[in-house]
């Protein structure tokens, strides 16, 4: 029985578009009302340092804050949180769900990176640690341990090995791949390129827009299908690649399959194991909490802005590190030579759920010079363990 089958009221919430769209909920900052400030001290500036009256009552009908992805919450977010919590008195059960050895905060520049657990307020949660240890996006042995010390920042001469064991001479075509990069503009180009060498028709489809509020302004559309990777025009042929952005019973988050067909209302996609998906759009709602009468009585209640209607697929010749969250990746190439930040290779290897059909592009620098962590993060999770 999960807390909302049981009528408990939740809100599911993350830093990023990307991460709240994956669990169908909202922003930390479109929840709690903070507008565009990083801090305290632009709440303040904004004229948004004290909680607005329907944030309080929304807190108080809530019974569970879920916050996800927890790694990418920064130390001075996390302050605005705790001090929205603190103004309405919250008195439900807070979960904080990621691992800070995964991608951490975006900072500006040369900024210091600094984690929620940095954060004055965090130790005033008196959080209890509870560490999940089954793997499940594969059941490779030998892999998963490599993952582990990976993930550690940890490198011997056997890792080593390892690693460049999986540097092999790429296959001439490689639009059965999906390659992995760093950087958006590198994604983009290569989709680009190989959409070009298929010679069939091309097909756009537009995402449709539906506002369930005449309010509702287009540049907070475009904000939220920026945030949340949703294409205004996605661009397919019949024969190319696409992977699942989504979770549904007939398919998952991550898994490839064929364009075989396009019709005006459906794509028809054949996934690897030959059975094929008739796919139609997917809603993705902006949320907003209402204050309604039910039977009578006054109730915060969940409810949708506005609805973004898209096809759950993209092209899957390449993607970046950042959009693959979530993702389980069978056939992958990583582009090593665009890894620049903490445990970012770490996210890459960790999407493959096929290590014999993973390849990596042999490195410029040593492997060292790429399995590296924020060693905040890595004396925090140690800790944690203790």
Do not use: C
């Not at 804050?65 to 705790?82: K, N, P, Q």
């Not at 990069?181 to 449709?208: R, T």
């Amino acid at each position: 029985m999960s807390f909302e089958d049981d009528a408990k009221k939740v809100a599911k919430l993350a830093s990023t578009g990307m991460a709240s769209t994956l669990i169908n909920g909202q922003t930390l900052h479109s929840f709690f009302d903070f507008g565009i400030a990083s801090n305290i001290d632009e709440l303040e500036q904004n004229a948004k340092v004290q909680i607005s009256k329907k944030v309080k009552k929304i807190l108080n009908q809530i019974d569970l804050i879920v916050i996800d992805e927890v790694s990418m919450v920064s130390d001075t977010l996390f302050d605005m949180i705790a001090l929205r919590i603190k103004q309405a008195e919250f008195s439900g059960v807070i979960l904080i769900v990621g691992d800070f050895l995964q991608l951490p905060p975006v900072v500006k520049g040369y900024e210091e990176v600094r984690f929620a657990f940095e954060s004055k307020a965090w130790n005033n949660f008196n959080f209890k640690t509870i560490t999940l240890t089954h793997i499940y996006r594969t059941d490779d042995v030998e892999f998963i341990k490599l993952l582990s010390n990976i993930r550690a920042g940890y490198v011997d001469e056997s890792i080593h090995n390892s690693l460049n064991e999986f540097i092999k001479p790429l296959a001439k075509d490689v639009s059965d791949f999906t390659f992995l990069f760093g950087k958006n503009n590198s994604a983009l180009l290569h989709n680009k390129m190989q959409l070009e060498f298929i010679e069939n028709e091309l097909f756009i489809k537009k995402a449709q827009v539906i506002k369930h509020l005449k309010s509702v302004k287009e540049k907070e559309i475009k904000n939220f299908m920026n945030d949340a990777r949703i294409d205004d025009e996605l661009e397919l042929k019949v024969g190319v690649p696409v992977l699942f952005t989504r979770n549904s019973w007939n398919y998952f988050n991550g898994e490839r399959g064929e364009v075989i067909n396009v019709d005006d209302k459906y794509i028809y996609v054949v996934k690897q194991d030959k059975k094929v998906v008739k796919l139609e759009t997917v809603a993705q709602d902006k949320k907003r909490w209402v204050e309604k009468s039910i039977d009578g009585k006054k109730q915060m209640i969940e409810e949708s802005s506005f609805s973004i209607y898209q096809y759950p697929i993209k092209l899957a010749f390449a993607i970046t590190i950042h959009k693959s969250q979530g993702m389980s990746i069978q056939d992958l190439i990583i582009q090593t030579n665009e890894i620049f930040a903490p445990s970012q290779f770490y996210v890459a290897l960790s999407r493959s759920s096929e290590p014999k059909r993973l390849n990596l592009i042999a490195p410029q620098k040593q492997w060292h010079e790429l399995i590296f962590v924020n060693n905040k993060a890595l004396a925090f999770v140690n800790e944690g363990k203790n």
